[in-house]
């Protein structure tokens, strides 16, 4: 079975802090994908990143970046200079092969940023 | 975005009743997915479809129902709810193959009383 650990249920920091979003994850598949979304008090959800398991490149966009690493299973995500609209629940997703397509999410982190 | 409409957004119903949901998109997408998201448990699987008249169960599927009779349209049906199914409900599309990302609707806030 496939499973999702975001171990941080709750982050609060002060404006122009950097903060490390942490998921790490379980699949016996070889070939599988890493999702994060957000979603904002607004409730919606938004699809931030998508990466394969053979990519362990980081990636940045912006004030975004992630930290893919199979050898600790993990895909954290690191917001730089974080502001106030920032502030949501951020959840990691994992998506394998054959029946495992399905995403599985973690719990989801929320984060708080204060002025 | 995939436009993805979900019906009702909100709804208020008795112990008891049948409940259904409704997920309708205009993008022609194949997979179809009912989440419900609660507090601690995020993001739980109800039921999916993989094609027209094609559907199976997820992780949370007891008291849930769903069809697809059409591409465009995912129902999701409470049999007979209960006040452990209040909840909010998502619906999600995924084209391009199934480890695309999903696309969500709007979500609908079912409380059941």
Known sequence: AQKVTQAQTEISVVE???VTLDCVYETRDTTYYLFWYKQPPSGELVFLIRRNSFDEQNEISGRYSWNFQKSTSSFNFTITASQVVDSAVYFCAL???G???KLTFGKGTL????P | DAGITQSPRHKVTETGTPVTLRCHQTE???YMYWYRQDPGHGLR???????VKDTDKGEVSDG??????KTEDFLLTLESATSSQTSVYFCATQGNG???PLHFGNGTRLTVT
């Open chain 1, 16 to 18: 122009k802090e950097d």
């Open chain 1, 95 to 97: 998506s394998g092969e």
């Open chain 1, 99 to 101: 029946s495992n397509y």
């Open chain 1, 111 to 114: 984060l708080t940023v204060n």
């Open chain 2, 28 to 30: 022609n997408h194949r």
């Open chain 2, 45 to 51: 699987l109800i039921h999916y479809s993989y094609g």
């Open chain 2, 64 to 69: 849930y129902s769903v069809s697809r009779s």
């Open chain 2, 98 to 100: 199934y480890n695309s």
